[in-house]
Protein backbone atom coordinates (compact mmCIF):
# COMPACT_ATOMS: atom_id res chain seq x y z
CA UNK A 1 0.00 0.00 0.00
CA UNK A 2 1.26 3.70 -0.93
CA UNK A 3 1.17 5.70 1.83
CA UNK A 4 -1.97 8.14 0.93
CA UNK A 5 0.43 11.75 1.40
CA UNK A 6 2.66 10.16 -1.57
CA UNK A 7 1.95 10.29 -5.30
CA UNK A 8 1.95 6.98 -7.14
CA UNK A 9 5.08 6.88 -9.38
CA UNK A 10 4.29 5.11 -12.58
CA UNK A 11 6.86 3.86 -14.82
CA UNK A 12 5.80 3.50 -18.39
CA UNK A 13 7.51 0.93 -20.90
CA UNK A 14 6.88 1.32 -24.58
CA UNK A 15 6.06 5.38 -26.18
CA UNK A 16 4.20 4.50 -28.82
CA UNK A 17 0.35 5.43 -29.70
CA UNK A 18 -0.99 3.98 -26.27
CA UNK A 19 2.18 4.63 -24.50
CA UNK A 20 2.59 8.48 -24.96
CA UNK A 21 -1.23 9.10 -24.31
CA UNK A 22 -0.26 6.91 -20.86
CA UNK A 23 2.22 9.10 -20.07
CA UNK A 24 0.47 12.94 -20.91
CA UNK A 25 -2.83 11.44 -18.87
CA UNK A 26 -0.33 10.57 -15.93
CA UNK A 27 1.04 13.81 -15.45
CA UNK A 28 -2.21 15.71 -15.90
CA UNK A 29 -2.85 13.60 -12.16
CA UNK A 30 -2.84 15.39 -9.12
CA UNK A 31 -2.29 11.97 -7.20
CA UNK A 32 0.72 10.30 -9.46
CA UNK A 33 4.16 10.91 -10.84
CA UNK A 34 5.47 9.74 -13.93
CA UNK A 35 9.03 8.44 -12.79
CA UNK A 36 10.31 7.84 -16.78
CA UNK A 37 9.50 6.05 -19.98
CA UNK A 38 11.33 3.12 -20.73
CA UNK A 39 11.95 2.01 -24.86
CA UNK A 40 13.94 0.70 -27.74
CA UNK A 41 13.17 3.36 -30.27
CA UNK A 42 15.73 6.13 -31.28
CA UNK A 43 13.54 7.98 -33.45
CA UNK A 44 11.00 11.26 -33.46
CA UNK A 45 8.83 9.75 -30.48
CA UNK A 46 11.60 9.67 -27.96
CA UNK A 47 13.23 12.62 -29.11
CA UNK A 48 9.39 14.09 -28.27
CA UNK A 49 9.06 12.64 -25.06
CA UNK A 50 12.59 14.09 -23.91
CA UNK A 51 11.25 17.96 -25.13
CA UNK A 52 8.54 17.25 -23.09
CA UNK A 53 10.75 16.68 -20.02
CA UNK A 54 10.27 12.87 -19.02
CA UNK A 55 13.04 10.70 -17.96
CA UNK A 56 14.12 8.39 -20.24
CA UNK A 57 15.50 4.75 -20.15
CA UNK A 58 16.37 1.88 -22.29
CA UNK A 59 14.01 -1.32 -22.31
CA UNK A 60 17.11 -3.65 -22.87
CA UNK A 61 20.54 -2.87 -22.06
CA UNK A 62 21.26 -3.18 -26.17
CA UNK A 63 19.37 -0.80 -26.60
CA UNK A 64 20.76 2.12 -24.39
CA UNK A 65 23.84 2.70 -26.73
CA UNK A 66 22.26 3.35 -30.20
CA UNK A 67 19.27 5.20 -28.18
CA UNK A 68 22.61 7.60 -27.01
CA UNK A 69 23.94 7.60 -30.00
CA UNK A 70 21.02 9.09 -31.34
CA UNK A 71 21.26 12.09 -28.89
CA UNK A 72 18.52 10.97 -26.49
CA UNK A 73 19.79 11.55 -22.40
CA UNK A 74 19.51 7.90 -21.29
CA UNK A 75 19.39 8.04 -17.70
CA UNK A 76 19.75 3.83 -17.42
CA UNK A 77 18.08 0.60 -18.50
CA UNK A 78 14.03 -0.48 -17.46
CA UNK A 79 15.85 -2.52 -14.42
CA UNK A 80 17.11 1.10 -13.25
CA UNK A 81 13.60 2.72 -13.35
CA UNK A 82 11.39 -0.33 -12.02
CA UNK A 83 13.30 0.11 -8.84
CA UNK A 84 11.96 3.56 -8.56
CA UNK A 85 8.21 3.18 -9.39
CA UNK A 86 5.15 1.87 -7.60
CA UNK A 87 3.30 0.66 -10.83
CA UNK A 88 4.63 0.13 -14.27
CA UNK A 89 2.54 0.48 -17.15
CA UNK A 90 3.42 -1.84 -19.88
CA UNK A 91 2.46 -0.54 -23.43
CA UNK A 92 4.53 -2.49 -25.64
CA UNK A 93 3.51 -4.32 -28.68
CA UNK A 94 1.54 -7.70 -28.46
CA UNK A 95 3.26 -10.25 -26.39
CA UNK A 96 6.51 -8.45 -25.35
CA UNK A 97 4.33 -7.54 -22.12
CA UNK A 98 3.95 -10.99 -21.45
CA UNK A 99 7.20 -11.59 -21.67
CA UNK A 100 7.80 -8.81 -19.34
CA UNK A 101 5.82 -9.91 -16.40
CA UNK A 102 8.75 -12.04 -15.23
CA UNK A 103 10.71 -8.60 -14.81
CA UNK A 104 7.95 -6.79 -12.91
CA UNK A 105 7.45 -9.73 -10.64
CA UNK A 106 11.35 -10.11 -10.02
CA UNK A 107 11.11 -6.09 -8.92
CA UNK A 108 8.24 -6.48 -7.21
CA UNK A 109 6.38 -3.85 -8.87
CA UNK A 110 2.75 -3.74 -9.96
CA UNK A 111 1.91 -3.91 -13.44
CA UNK A 112 -0.35 -3.58 -16.00
CA UNK A 113 -0.12 -5.12 -19.87
CA UNK A 114 -2.29 -3.97 -22.77
CA UNK A 115 -5.59 -5.80 -24.25
CA UNK A 116 -3.18 -7.44 -26.71
CA UNK A 117 -1.79 -10.07 -24.06
CA UNK A 118 -3.76 -12.81 -22.94
CA UNK A 119 -5.91 -12.49 -19.89
CA UNK A 120 -4.20 -15.49 -18.26
CA UNK A 121 -0.65 -13.07 -17.92
CA UNK A 122 -2.48 -11.30 -15.17
CA UNK A 123 -5.58 -13.37 -14.15
CA UNK A 124 -7.97 -9.81 -13.94
CA UNK A 125 -8.97 -7.61 -17.29
CA UNK A 126 -9.99 -4.20 -16.06
CA UNK A 127 -12.26 -2.18 -17.38
CA UNK A 128 -13.24 0.33 -14.57
CA UNK A 129 -17.55 0.62 -14.31
CA UNK A 130 -17.06 -3.55 -14.51
CA UNK A 131 -14.13 -4.93 -12.68
CA UNK A 132 -12.37 -1.84 -10.62
CA UNK A 133 -13.41 -3.06 -6.94
CA UNK A 134 -11.82 -6.42 -8.27
CA UNK A 135 -8.40 -4.87 -9.54
CA UNK A 136 -7.95 -3.04 -5.86
CA UNK A 137 -4.59 -4.13 -4.42
CA UNK A 138 -3.72 -6.94 -7.21
CA UNK A 139 -0.23 -7.13 -8.23
CA UNK A 140 -1.26 -6.80 -12.00
CA UNK A 141 -3.91 -6.62 -14.36
CA UNK A 142 -4.58 -5.98 -17.90
CA UNK A 143 -6.80 -3.44 -19.71
CA UNK A 144 -8.40 -4.83 -22.30
CA UNK A 145 -8.56 -3.64 -25.73
CA UNK A 146 -10.29 -0.58 -27.26
CA UNK A 147 -13.12 -2.38 -28.55
CA UNK A 148 -13.95 -4.96 -25.92
CA UNK A 149 -13.41 -2.12 -23.66
CA UNK A 150 -16.57 -0.35 -25.73
CA UNK A 151 -18.44 -3.83 -25.46
CA UNK A 152 -18.31 -3.96 -21.73
CA UNK A 153 -18.71 -0.44 -21.11
CA UNK A 154 -22.11 -0.11 -23.23
CA UNK A 155 -23.49 -3.84 -22.08
CA UNK A 156 -22.27 -2.89 -18.69
CA UNK A 157 -24.90 0.02 -18.28
CA UNK A 158 -27.92 -2.02 -19.90
CA UNK A 159 -26.98 -4.46 -17.09
CA UNK A 160 -27.03 -2.18 -14.46
CA UNK A 161 -30.66 -0.97 -15.44
CA UNK A 162 -31.96 -4.49 -16.03
CA UNK A 163 -32.01 -5.01 -19.67
CA UNK A 164 -29.59 -6.82 -21.10
CA UNK A 165 -30.31 -11.07 -22.25
CA UNK A 166 -28.19 -11.22 -24.56
CA UNK A 167 -26.11 -9.21 -27.25
CA UNK A 168 -24.55 -9.53 -30.89
CA UNK A 169 -22.38 -7.40 -32.11
CA UNK A 170 -20.67 -6.59 -35.78
CA UNK A 171 -17.51 -4.51 -35.64
CA UNK A 172 -15.88 -2.94 -38.69
CA UNK A 173 -12.48 -2.47 -37.48
CA UNK A 174 -9.70 -0.04 -39.06
CA UNK A 175 -6.72 -0.89 -40.69
CA UNK A 176 -4.25 -0.38 -38.66
CA UNK A 177 -3.01 2.60 -36.71
CA UNK A 178 -2.95 6.21 -38.53
CA UNK A 179 0.65 6.79 -37.93
CA UNK A 180 1.72 3.41 -39.57
CA UNK A 181 -0.35 4.06 -42.24
CA UNK A 182 2.07 4.01 -44.85
CA UNK A 183 3.53 0.63 -43.42
CA UNK A 184 0.64 -1.19 -43.49
CA UNK A 185 -3.00 -2.40 -43.82
CA UNK A 186 -5.42 -2.51 -46.53
CA UNK A 187 -6.68 -0.98 -49.48
CA UNK A 188 -9.19 -1.71 -51.76
CA UNK A 189 -10.95 -4.77 -49.89
CA UNK A 190 -12.88 -6.19 -46.27
CA UNK A 191 -10.79 -8.85 -44.81
CA UNK A 192 -13.38 -10.42 -42.11
CA UNK A 193 -12.05 -12.26 -39.19
CA UNK A 194 -11.07 -15.57 -39.58
CA UNK A 195 -13.31 -17.08 -37.07
CA UNK A 196 -16.86 -16.47 -35.49
CA UNK A 197 -17.08 -15.15 -32.60
CA UNK A 198 -14.44 -12.80 -33.04
CA UNK A 199 -12.51 -12.40 -30.02
CA UNK A 200 -14.07 -9.67 -28.62
CA UNK A 201 -17.09 -11.24 -27.56
CA UNK A 202 -15.08 -14.02 -25.40
CA UNK A 203 -12.35 -11.06 -24.30
CA UNK A 204 -15.55 -8.93 -22.46
CA UNK A 205 -16.21 -12.33 -20.53
CA UNK A 206 -12.80 -12.23 -19.19
CA UNK A 207 -14.11 -8.88 -17.36
CA UNK A 208 -17.80 -9.75 -16.99
CA UNK A 209 -18.29 -13.87 -17.15
CA UNK A 210 -21.98 -13.38 -16.83
CA UNK A 211 -22.42 -11.45 -20.48
CA UNK A 212 -24.10 -13.42 -22.96
CA UNK A 213 -22.32 -11.68 -25.76
CA UNK A 214 -21.24 -12.95 -29.19
CA UNK A 215 -19.34 -10.48 -31.89
CA UNK A 216 -17.98 -10.70 -35.41
CA UNK A 217 -15.52 -8.36 -36.91
CA UNK A 218 -14.37 -7.25 -40.67
CA UNK A 219 -11.77 -5.25 -40.88
CA UNK A 220 -12.00 -2.00 -43.56
CA UNK A 221 -9.85 -0.05 -45.53
CA UNK A 222 -9.76 2.79 -43.11
CA UNK A 223 -7.60 4.20 -39.81
CA UNK A 224 -9.71 6.90 -38.23
CA UNK A 225 -11.52 4.39 -35.66
CA UNK A 226 -13.87 1.39 -35.46
CA UNK A 227 -17.74 1.20 -35.84
CA UNK A 228 -19.90 -1.41 -34.28
CA UNK A 229 -23.29 -2.63 -35.02
CA UNK A 230 -25.54 -4.15 -32.06
CA UNK A 231 -28.34 -6.01 -31.97
CA UNK A 232 -29.69 -6.74 -28.23
CA UNK A 233 -32.16 -8.82 -26.75
CA UNK A 234 -33.48 -7.18 -23.68
CA UNK A 235 -35.17 -8.66 -20.76
CA UNK A 236 -38.34 -7.40 -21.11
CA UNK A 237 -39.77 -4.44 -23.73
CA UNK A 238 -38.46 -1.06 -23.07
CA UNK A 239 -38.65 2.14 -24.83
CA UNK A 240 -36.01 4.50 -26.59
CA UNK A 241 -36.42 6.68 -23.81
CA UNK A 242 -35.21 3.51 -21.26
CA UNK A 243 -32.30 2.64 -23.24
CA UNK A 244 -31.03 6.07 -23.75
CA UNK A 245 -31.66 6.74 -19.89
CA UNK A 246 -28.89 3.25 -19.00
CA UNK A 247 -26.37 4.56 -21.38
CA UNK A 248 -26.35 7.93 -19.66
CA UNK A 249 -26.00 6.25 -16.49
CA UNK A 250 -22.27 5.71 -17.73
CA UNK A 251 -19.55 8.90 -17.96
CA UNK A 252 -18.00 7.54 -20.51
CA UNK A 253 -20.65 6.68 -22.94
CA UNK A 254 -21.44 10.04 -24.96
CA UNK A 255 -24.43 10.20 -26.91
CA UNK A 256 -24.19 11.76 -30.29
CA UNK A 257 -26.32 13.06 -33.03
CA UNK A 258 -26.09 12.62 -36.73
CA UNK A 259 -28.83 15.87 -36.62
CA UNK A 260 -25.90 17.71 -35.51
CA UNK A 261 -24.06 16.86 -38.63
CA UNK A 262 -21.91 14.13 -36.78
CA UNK A 263 -23.00 11.86 -39.33
CA UNK A 264 -19.47 9.97 -39.70
CA UNK A 265 -16.25 8.76 -37.90
CA UNK A 266 -14.53 11.84 -39.33
CA UNK A 267 -16.42 14.34 -38.45
CA UNK A 268 -16.71 13.45 -34.92
CA UNK A 269 -13.06 13.29 -34.71
CA UNK A 270 -12.79 16.78 -36.04
CA UNK A 271 -15.02 17.66 -33.30
CA UNK A 272 -12.65 16.73 -30.53
CA UNK A 273 -10.31 18.72 -32.31
CA UNK A 274 -12.06 21.94 -32.38
CA UNK A 275 -12.87 21.52 -28.78
CA UNK A 276 -9.10 21.00 -27.80
CA UNK A 277 -8.90 17.52 -27.32
CA UNK A 278 -4.87 16.69 -27.21
CA UNK A 279 -4.57 14.63 -30.28
CA UNK A 280 -8.22 14.56 -31.48
CA UNK A 281 -8.53 11.75 -28.26
CA UNK A 282 -11.93 10.28 -28.20
CA UNK A 283 -12.23 8.70 -24.71
CA UNK A 284 -15.77 8.32 -24.51
CA UNK A 285 -17.80 5.74 -26.66
CA UNK A 286 -19.36 8.03 -29.08
CA UNK A 287 -23.06 6.06 -29.33
CA UNK A 288 -25.54 7.76 -32.00
CA UNK A 289 -28.92 8.73 -29.67
CA UNK A 290 -30.73 9.36 -32.71
CA UNK A 291 -30.00 6.18 -34.53
CA UNK A 292 -31.27 3.97 -31.41
CA UNK A 293 -34.00 1.86 -32.24
CA UNK A 294 -36.09 -0.44 -30.36
CA UNK A 295 -38.45 -3.17 -31.19
CA UNK A 296 -40.39 -5.00 -28.20
CA UNK A 297 -37.64 -6.19 -26.58
CA UNK A 298 -34.86 -5.50 -29.00
CA UNK A 299 -32.90 -3.13 -29.29
CA UNK A 300 -30.53 -1.37 -32.12
CA UNK A 301 -27.71 1.19 -31.96
CA UNK A 302 -24.15 2.06 -33.55
CA UNK A 303 -21.51 3.76 -32.47
CA UNK A 304 -17.58 4.81 -33.06
CA UNK A 305 -14.65 3.78 -31.16
CA UNK A 306 -11.44 5.75 -31.27
CA UNK A 307 -8.52 3.13 -31.29
CA UNK A 308 -5.77 5.38 -30.09
CA UNK A 309 -7.70 7.08 -26.62
CA UNK A 310 -10.70 4.64 -25.54
CA UNK A 311 -8.24 2.83 -22.92
CA UNK A 312 -6.15 6.06 -21.87
CA UNK A 313 -8.70 6.76 -18.65
CA UNK A 314 -8.91 3.00 -18.01
CA UNK A 315 -5.36 3.07 -17.45
CA UNK A 316 -5.33 5.72 -15.13
CA UNK A 317 -8.24 4.04 -13.00
CA UNK A 318 -6.43 0.70 -13.08
CA UNK A 319 -3.34 2.61 -11.42
CA UNK A 320 -4.97 3.78 -8.95
CA UNK A 321 -6.69 0.67 -8.35
CA UNK A 322 -3.70 -1.26 -8.00
CA UNK A 323 -1.92 1.02 -5.48
CA UNK A 324 -5.16 0.65 -3.43
CA UNK A 325 -4.73 4.50 -3.60
CA UNK A 326 -8.72 4.72 -4.10
CA UNK A 327 -10.90 2.15 -3.12
CA UNK A 328 -14.56 3.42 -4.97
CA UNK A 329 -14.23 3.03 -8.75
CA UNK A 330 -16.56 6.26 -9.46
CA UNK A 331 -14.43 8.71 -7.36
CA UNK A 332 -11.52 7.10 -9.39
CA UNK A 333 -13.67 7.52 -12.66
CA UNK A 334 -14.67 11.08 -11.77
CA UNK A 335 -11.04 12.40 -10.98
CA UNK A 336 -9.87 10.89 -14.18
CA UNK A 337 -12.55 12.32 -16.04
CA UNK A 338 -12.11 15.65 -14.91
CA UNK A 339 -8.30 15.48 -15.61
CA UNK A 340 -8.92 14.42 -19.35
CA UNK A 341 -11.58 17.11 -19.45
CA UNK A 342 -14.03 14.17 -20.27
CA UNK A 343 -16.97 14.73 -18.44
CA UNK A 344 -19.93 14.72 -20.48
CA UNK A 345 -22.75 12.37 -21.65
CA UNK A 346 -24.16 13.95 -24.34
CA UNK A 347 -22.30 15.57 -27.10
CA UNK A 348 -24.67 18.63 -28.65
CA UNK A 349 -23.78 21.94 -29.93
CA UNK A 350 -25.86 24.18 -31.57
CA UNK A 351 -24.54 27.98 -32.55
CA UNK A 352 -24.01 30.97 -30.50
CA UNK A 353 -27.27 33.42 -30.72
CA UNK A 354 -25.02 36.82 -30.60
CA UNK A 355 -21.84 37.23 -31.58
CA UNK A 356 -18.69 35.72 -29.41
CA UNK A 357 -16.36 38.32 -27.30
CA UNK A 358 -13.63 37.11 -24.62
CA UNK A 359 -15.84 38.21 -22.19
CA UNK A 360 -18.62 35.89 -22.74
CA UNK A 361 -18.20 32.33 -20.51
CA UNK A 362 -19.54 30.01 -23.90
CA UNK A 363 -16.57 31.40 -25.84
CA UNK A 364 -14.36 29.37 -23.66
CA UNK A 365 -16.47 26.39 -23.01
CA UNK A 366 -18.47 24.07 -24.64
CA UNK A 367 -21.25 22.58 -22.79
CA UNK A 368 -22.15 18.75 -22.94
CA UNK A 369 -25.18 17.92 -21.07
CA UNK A 370 -25.15 20.55 -18.10
CA UNK A 371 -21.80 19.53 -17.98
CA UNK A 372 -18.80 22.59 -18.40
CA UNK A 373 -16.28 21.21 -20.03
CA UNK A 374 -13.37 23.48 -20.23
CA UNK A 375 -11.14 23.79 -23.68
CA UNK A 376 -7.98 23.85 -21.14
CA UNK A 377 -7.01 19.95 -21.59
CA UNK A 378 -5.75 18.60 -19.77
CA UNK A 379 -6.22 19.67 -16.31
CA UNK A 380 -2.28 19.61 -15.23
CA UNK A 381 0.14 20.33 -17.51
CA UNK A 382 -0.86 21.11 -21.19
CA UNK A 383 0.29 18.63 -24.14
CA UNK A 384 -0.55 20.08 -26.90
CA UNK A 385 1.75 23.39 -28.34
CA UNK A 386 -1.11 25.44 -29.85
CA UNK A 387 -3.69 24.77 -27.07
CA UNK A 388 -2.66 25.22 -23.86
CA UNK A 389 -4.45 29.06 -23.67
CA UNK A 390 -7.95 29.53 -23.60
CA UNK A 391 -9.95 29.34 -27.11
CA UNK A 392 -12.09 31.06 -27.95
CA UNK A 393 -15.36 28.84 -28.85
CA UNK A 394 -18.21 29.76 -31.75
CA UNK A 395 -20.57 27.18 -30.19
CA UNK A 396 -22.06 26.20 -26.74
CA UNK A 397 -24.83 23.60 -26.33
CA UNK A 398 -28.37 22.68 -26.34
Known amino acids: MIAPEMPIRVALNGYGVIGKRVADAVTSQDDMKLVGVADVATDWRLKVAQRK ?9 EAAAPMRTAGLNISGTLDDLLPESDVVVDCTPKHIGAANAGRYNRHKVKFIVQGGEKHEVTGHSFVAEASYEAAIGRASTRVVSCNTTSVVRTLTALKRAGLLKRARGTLLRRATDPWESHIGGIMNTLVPE ?6 QGPDAQTVDPDLDVVTMAVKVPE ?16 TRDE ?7 SSRIALIRMGDGLGAINTVKELMADIGRP ?4 YE ?3 WEDLLAVRGDEAF ?6 NQAIVIPETIDAIRALSGREKDSNVSINKTNASLG ?13 PCTSAMASCSTIRWRRIVVSWRTPKRGCHSATRCATTPSPYSSA
Open 342 to 354: STSRRMRVTPLSS
Open 243 to 249: LLAAFRT
Open 53 to 61: GYRLFASTA
Open 223 to 238: TLAHLHFWAVQLTREA
Open 279 to 282: RDNL
Open 285 to 287: VAL
Open 301 to 306: YAYMVD
Open 194 to 199: DKIPSH
